[in-house]
């Protein structure tokens, strides 16, 4: 569960580790008074629980006050990976001298936390990683280890930190261990550590996650406004929509709506339509036994997704029944329709039933089905996600005045 940059700042100052002088602010005027009070040049920073916010422009500096108060503007109009901006960092800005890069996080093969520092910060990690692996110094420590100074010492000379700096170097990473450790972090990285022409070490920027599952044991997060919340930013609208109907739901970049059983099948079926050229739009849950209720809500969401331009479904009755999935496809047939085309199928539990259902409901209503293509057992599941990608080809293509398949 991924917090705002001032959340993280914050559990950081309560470890004394150094940050910039900041204040938040929830409108234009309020972020004119902290710089007012704060003493210009100021930097003011979108805080939004998504990337990309240098490149959307999400970070501004101000050296008047007509700067301040029109860069705040700016930023408070500003919609960044589709999510508005409501609050704002407004800091102090640092003399930098050198941006340094130091991370915690757990690597899931190994069992280990991975302490990572780099001489190069303020730019992504992964791509110097990648160019430059050598620059990546790196101490692995088991959950129960703590880190030994030692083990800072070398990280901190791997940030080519040495003389008067490395004593303050080595006590930044032992107390960013003792963060990740103290809050149950999954998370905690620092980028850029900014060493100042002062000379001190300053954590300019805040990237924590924390285990949703742990918020529990700590009520110190909660005092702080730190309340459960998405896994790794903000929630679309959908996604809000979903999660109030108990429907586990997240929006992809893609657009082949997934409509599947249970939340294997779910992640099985986009690595289908991946691995057969196409790109989900979801993944969705429908959870054991759904109600017809909840299966009618589930295709509302990909009927009302306007990326959604085909829809690849699947039933594998096990706990849940097929009938019970024919029922709730039907039920939202009659109720909304459906103007997308859709390549489902069914097997299993119940599906002698479900298949009845279906066909008894276009017999009545031939109308209903006329985007929708039902397979059996006798399909294979690869042939209908491929189906489900022609489809969306197919649409698209028409979409764009081509020739259809």
Not at 119 to 144: H, M, N, Q, S, W
Not at 245 to 271: E, K, Q, S
Not at 329 to 349: D, I, Q, S, Y
Request: glycine content about 12%; charged content about 30%.
């Amino acid at each position: 569960m991924r917090l705002y940059e001032y959340e993280g700042k914050e559990l950081f100052k309560r470890e004394s580790i150094p940050i910039p002088k900041g204040r938040l602010a929830t409108d234009a005027e309020s972020a004119l008074k902290a710089s007012e009070d704060m003493g210009l040049p100021v930097v003011l920073k979108a805080q939004v629980l998504t990337g990309g916010r240098g490149k959307a422009g999400g970070v501004k500096i101000a050296r008047t006050q007509e700067e301040a108060l029109r860069c705040a503007k700016e930023l408070f109009d500003l919609k960044i990976s589709g999510f508005p901006v409501e609050k704002l960092l407004v800091e102090e800005c640092l003399g930098i001298e050198r941006e340094l890069y130091l991370g915690i996080s757990i690597d899931r093969v190994r069992y280990r936390l991975a302490v990572i520092g780099c001489p190069e910060g303020g730019v992504e990690i992964e791509e110097t990683a990648r160019a430059f692996p050598e620059k990546i110094k790196r101490v692995d420590l088991k959950v129960t280890e703590e880190m030994l100074p030692h083990q800072a010492i070398f990280l901190a000379k791997g940030l080519g930190l040495g003389g008067a700096h490395l004593r303050p170097a080595t006590d930044t990473i032992l107390k960013l261990v003792r963060v990740f450790r103290r809050y149950e972090a999954k998370l905690a990285e620092i980028n850029p550590l900014v060493l100042t022409r002062e000379g001190k070490l300053v954590a300019a920027d805040a990237r924590m996650s924390v285990d949703e599952d742990a918020l529990f044991r700590h009520p110190e997060l909660s005092e702080m406004g730190i309340e459960k919340r998405h896994e790794e930013g903000e929630l679309t609208e959908r996604e809000k929509k979903a999660r109030e109907n108990g429907i586990p739901y997240l929006d992809l970049d893609g657009d082949i709506g997934m409509f599947p059983g249970g939340a294997g099948f779910g992640i099985m079926g986009i690595d289908f339509l991946n691995f057969y050229g196409g790109r989900p739009a979801n993944f969705m849950d429908s959870g054991g036994g759904p109600t017809p209720e909840r299966l009618a809500k589930m295709l509302e969401l990909l009927e009302d997704n306007p990326n959604v331009v085909a829809i690849f479904g699947a039933r594998f009755g096990g706990i849940s029944r097929c009938d019970d999935f024919a029922r709730g496809v039907v039920m939202f047939l009659k109720e909304k329709g459906l103007t997308k085309p859709m390549a489902m199928r069914m097997t299993g539990n119940m599906w002698q039933e479900g298949v009845r259902i279906f066909e008894e409901a276009r017999k009545e209503n031939p109308a209903l089905f006329t985007n929708i293509e039902i397979y059996g057992i006798e399909t294979p599941i690869e042939d209908v996600a491929k189906r489900a990608i022609e489809l969306a080809k197919t649409k698209k293509e028409g979409a764009r005045g081509g020739h259809s398949r």
